[in-house]
Nanobody, 121 residues
């Protein structure tokens, strides 16, 4: 299977910046895409940003122009640079990947444990 290790969460002031990292490991045959979702208390999990192995990106409307997703395919790593942070960005951020592993015919989604991001004065 696939393990996702997230890092970089924490407390930041409004208007500040934070960078999240996620490393995928395991018996991975290939990765189709990696991305970030977030979930605030009482809310459903929502897309923040995603990037394909070819470099195409997709962003949630609320973060466009403020967040940037990037990846290092050789390291199976995805990053999320978060700028101009707002209190509404406060949530648990989850790393996600769609990958193929030995013994499973099709790609499947895998999730990290989540990392807390808190934007507050």
């Amino acid at each position: 299977q696939v393990q996702l290790e997230e890092s970089g969460g924490g407390l930041v002031q409004p208007g500040g910046s934070l960078r999240l990292s996620c490393v995928a490991s395991g018996s991975i045959i290939s990765i189709s895409n990696m991305g970030w979702y977030r979930q605030a208390p009482g809310n459903q999990r929502e897309l923040v940003a995603a990037i394909t192995s070819g470099g195409s990106t997709n962003y949630g409307d609320s973060v466009k122009g403020r967040f940037t997703i990037s990846s290092d395919n050789a390291k199976n790593t995805v990053y999320l640079q978060m700028n101009s942070l707002k209190p509404d960005d406060t949530a648990v951020y989850y790393c996600n990947t769609r990958a193929k592993v030995p013994g499973i015919l099709y790609g499947r989604n895998y999730w990290g444990q989540g990392t807390q991001v808190t934007v507050s004065s």
